[in-house]
């Protein structure tokens, strides 16, 4: 059969060959001298690279790691809603599987970098020999010889190798190649490489690289788009800029031409694509919600947990591609930065221009350089930050000069500032010297739903919302009324406003406190000195409850551990915006506190959850069916820190604070809301802190080396003012409905002058109303008022209006020359 003669005349010149060629070198090996010379040549060179390919191949990466290689990726980060509000990346970069890509993406780079990428075996001999050549003819020039790698071969580089330019490390590329292709299949190698693949723009990848260039993804590019990506490989910091915009185009069109060559596209739709430009758009900044506190809080804290690179472990913030989902509220947000920045720019006033933002060196290079590497920058209104780089001359990150007008003479090149547009140049802008700080958190979890630390995180990275260490003042009253509350006082407790004085010793003599403003005088109930915040009845109240128990209140509820001073009772000691609110917020939760948390949950790549905030355990809630039984519920959240009871009458008397106190401001917004203003001698600092059932926020303005901000501000007029902005911009997030009590509280109708129970009458929310509800815990509620206690309190009135004339006339009296008075302030505690 012709098959088998076929065998057996192969069989014959497999056995019968070799034995002629090997007589046929010992019969020339003697007396052919060129033969001898080839013969040691060969030998040596087949020696020799088998020795290298052992001496090199031996320590070299294993090819079998690329079966769990992961892409390294950014972290992102979804907002309350789920939304995405930003990502933490220092590359842009999107893991697809190979089935994501569109073929005519693929075969555009299979065109471009290695048409022979499906038949070779990790190299293409062709190529490499081109190589060599390309490298022999610039050897010496100091140029960078090209081609010659397969995809393949990139792959090995990219991952395994690094970017090191010799003949060593090509080498090493060759033998990775053939070890990875026996492996991973060819799809598996092309996932990889067009996944990781550096293409320019801060990209690596084509997913990344199609928003870096078009803002598309890779399903909605066209023809034309596809084939310029495939060019970026072989020059990606060249080909997406404007001054080889010509040679991207040709290179763009051999793409196309070598796409026809090889059968993916048509002729006529090839030279369609060749018609169009590169249409490019300008560099995409990341897209991120304009809350740079609220997210570098998250940062820092995902940092400490998770580290911040792939050496800290698989899950690092910068290369784990977490998915993590915060309490950011946008909305809440957007209406937290400008109430402050309202706040802070109407404080501001007139005063224009009050010092640079930075200053750069001019020795050290130019100057816009300087500032796009520093990260300076504003999001307000048309402001830009700029840098003075001559007298009268402003210049901006991108490198565009402009004129500079409205600056003071003393500005000098390197000088940071903002500017904004002003006729055909830039005109000078303030930023505000005075800082501050807003926090929102919801009550019934912790959650921290807008965080506001300064004017813009963009101006500098210090967060006065978590880490300024500032006085509350009177904001710290509330929970010295709570310990007088735990301590067997009620609202309706009668305590005198009068002078307070304690002996400090024989250095310090004796200390005597006042009310701000003066004045005092008569005994009032714990609601009107709350109200009115009356700092002398509150030393009392304090001596009366006991400074222990007030400090060990104060601390329990996270806000400081303080000593047993009067002082600390008036808001004397540090503490920061964030434990105020968080102190708050147990107030309106019935005394149970949830830590202040910016983090719900972590998932990993694979989106498995590895951290979570709520921890509670829900027995029950995955039962495969329903037993019948009430329906299963999570655990309480938080910590007991408070009687229930002692809560709510804090929150309710802190509403008379809004109706009719120093927070009066806001009781035109006509909501249920609670809270406490304050201010620290100076005043140094303008506070106010409280809110709704849903929604607690804190606010303080001041200087960041605190100093005087001007007899005129009070928390009542300053900080209230941003709360009444911050409401008012989100009206939809406010309800109507009131705080409820807990059980064991008693609703009592009483006279809100003297504390006396009442029968007869209508209680009203009315500021001037003279019959209110009061809270109280169960047989704590005060007597039936009598008629000569109305008599005697009718009294005791117009007593103290005669003495206020007395006083007043004293005064005036002093400003003419007479005696004046002895006047004691607290040296440092709160003002109201």
């Not at 088998?50 to 079998?64: H, Q």
């Not at 700029?386 to 600056?407: C, K, M, N, Q, Y």
């Not at 630390?453 to 006065?464: K, V």
């Amino acid at each position: 059969m012709p098959e088998q003669a076929a065998l057996q005349y192969y069989r014959y010149r497999i056995s019968r060959d070799p034995k002629r060629l090997i007589a046929w070198f010992g019969d020339n090996w003697s007396h052919n001298r060129k033969l001898r010379v080839l013969s040691y040549l060969g030998g040596f060179a087949v020696v020799a690279i088998l020795l290298a390919w052992a001496t090199l191949g031996r320590n070299l990466p294993d090819a079998e790691s690329l079966l769990e290689y992961e892409t390294p990726l950014p972290t992102v980060v979804r907002g309350i809603d789920g939304e995405i509000v930003s990502t933490y990346a220092r590359e842009r970069r999107v893991q697809l599987q190979y089935v994501d890509f569109p073929e005519r993406l693929t075969q555009a780079f299979l065109s471009a970098e290695d048409k022979t990428f499906f038949s070779h075996g990790g190299v293409d001999i062709t190529g490499t020999a081109n190589a060599v050549i390309d490298y022999a003819t610039k050897f010496g020039s100091g140029e960078r010889a090209v081609g010659g790698s397969t995809i393949t071969q990139q792959v090995a580089k990219n991952l395994l190798l690094g970017d090191e330019y010799s003949v060593t490390r090509k080498l090493k590329e060759m033998i990775l190649a053939t070890r990875i292709e026996s492996v991973l299949t060819k799809e598996e190698i092309l996932e990889l490489y067009l996944n990781e693949i550096p293409l320019g723009r801060r990209s690596f990848g084509v997913q990344a690289a199609a928003r870096a260039y078009f803002d598309k993804d890779v399903g909605d590019l066209d023809l034309h788009e596809m084939a310029f990506l495939a060019i970026l490989p072989k020059a990606p910091e060249r080909y997406g800029r404007e001054r080889y915009r010509d040679m991207a185009i040709v290179r763009r069109n051999f793409v196309l031409d070598q796409m026809v060559a090889n059968d993916f596209v048509a002729s006529g739709e090839a030279e369609a694509a060749k018609r169009m430009g590169l249409g490019l758009v300008e560099q995409q900044r990341t897209r991120s919600a304009d809350a740079g506190y609220f997210l570098e809080e998250v940062r820092r804290q995902l940092i400490d947990q998770f580290g911040e690179t792939a050496d800290d472990g698989r899950n690092s913030v910068y290369s784990g591609g977490l998915w993590v989902r915060t309490s950011l509220d946008v909305e809440l947000q957007d209406a937290a930065r400008d109430a402050l920045r309202a706040q802070l720019i109407s404080y501001h006033g007139n005063r224009g221009f009050t010092g640079p933002i930075a200053t750069l060196n001019p020795d050290n290079g130019d100057l816009t350089a300087q500032l796009a590497s520093s990260n300076i920058g504003i999001n307000y209104r048309d402001w830009r930050v700029g840098v003075v780089t001559a007298p009268g001359r402003i210049g901006f990150s991108d490198g565009e000069e402009f004129a500079l007008s409205g600056g003071p003479s003393s500005l000098k090149p390197g000088d940071v500032v903002a500017a904004a547009r002003s006729g055909g140049g830039y005109a000078i802008r303030g930023v505000p010297e005075v800082s501050g700080a807003f926090l929102a958190e919801a009550p019934q979890t912790g959650r921290v739903l807008a965080m506001q630390g300064g004017f813009d995180s963009r101006l500098g990275s210090f967060n006065r919302a978590t880490q300024a260490l500032r006085q509350p003042g009177s904001t710290i009253k509330p929970f010295v009324y709570a310990a007088a509350l735990d301590q067997g006082m009620t609202p309706a407790t009668q305590v005198p406003d009068q002078t307070f004085c304690v002996w400090q010793g024989a250095n310090l003599g004796e200390k005597c406190f006042r009310n701000f403003g003066g004045g005092g005088g008569g005994v009032h109930t714990l609601r009107w000195g709350l109200e009115q915040s009356r700092n002398l009845m509150t030393v009392h109240i304090a001596d009366d409850a006991g400074m222990d128990n007030v400090i060990k209140t104060i601390d329990r509820l996270g806000i400081g551990s303080y000593e047993p001073y009067y002082s600390f009772a008036l808001g004397a000691g540090d503490t920061t915006v964030a434990r105020m609110v968080n102190a708050y917020a147990a107030l309106a939760n019935w005394g149970r506190q949830n830590p202040g948390s910016v983090i719900d949950y972590v998932q990993d790549r694979d989106g498995k959850v590895i951290f979570r905030t709520d921890t509670r355990n829900c027995s029950g809630c995955n039962m495969a069916e329903w037993d019948g039984q009430p329906m299963p519920r999570f655990d309480v959240s938080g910590k007991q820190v408070l009687d229930p009871r002692t809560a709510f009458q804090m929150v309710h008397m802190l509403q008379g604070v809004v109706t009719r106190g120093t927070a009066v401001r806001l009781r035109s917004l006509d909501l249920p809301l609670f809270g406490k203003t304050g201010t620290t001698n100076g005043p140094t600092n303008a506070w106010f802190v409280g809110g709704s059932p849903e929604i607690i926020a804190g606010m303080y303005v001041g200087f960041d080396q605190p100093r005087n901000l001007g007899g005129w501000v009070q928390g009542g007029n300053t900080a209230a003012t941003i709360m009444k902005r911050f409401v008012e911009a989100t009206p939809d997030r406010w309800q109507a409905e009131d705080f409820v009590a807990p059980p064991g509280v008693r609703m009592v109708k009483i006279d809100r002058r003297s504390g006396k129970r009442v029968f007869e009458g209508t209680p009203s929310n009315e500021p001037t109303a003279s019959i209110i509800w009061e809270a109280f815990k169960p047989d704590t509620e005060p007597p039936r008022a009598t008629r000569s206690d109305a008599i005697a309190a009718k009294r005791n009135e117009i007593l103290e209006l005669i003495r206020r004339g007395r006083q007043g006339a004293l005064s005036a009296r002093a400003r003419d020359g007479g005696d004046q008075p002895n006047d004691f302030v607290e040296d440092q505690g709160g003002i109201y």
